[in-house]
């Protein structure tokens, strides 16, 4: 007595199972080899791409260029060299604030010169 290889019923004597019609169990060849690497079809990759944002520095260095100049070229050094290393977002926020901040202290200087200059 055979009993079937893929739904385990009798088979007899039969190449062939009555019940689900699965072969001898013979091997099947493998097949053939195919040149590189190809997808399977109906594959697809999903890819996740994490959000790293803007750099808080960067936006700190901005907000500080119209209210504490020294402090917006403190941030902005800190901010480019965060986004060097993280690869966030912001570093055009962190160059208008250092360029707005060190505008605003040459500013202030040749004010303070002129006055100082002229006797006030």
Known sequence: MA???????????NAVCPSCGAGSG???????PQ????QPAGYTQN?????????GMAIASL???FLCTP???IFGHIALSQIGKS?????GLAIAGLVI????????????????????
């Open 63 to 65: 907000v500080c260029a």
């Open 47 to 55: 890819v996740y791409v994490q959000n790293v944002g803007t750099n």
């Open 71 to 73: 402090l917006a070229v």
């Open 26 to 32: 013979a091997a099947t060849p493998p097949p053939a």
């Open 35 to 38: 040149q590189g690497w190809q």
């Open 87 to 91: 690869g966030q977002g912001g570093r």
């Open 101 to 120: 901040g060190y505008i605003s202290i040459a500013i202030g200087v040749l004010i303070f010169v002129a006055a100082a200059g002229s006797g006030y």
């Open 3 to 13: 009993y079937c290889g893929s739904c385990g019923s009798n088979k007899g004597e």
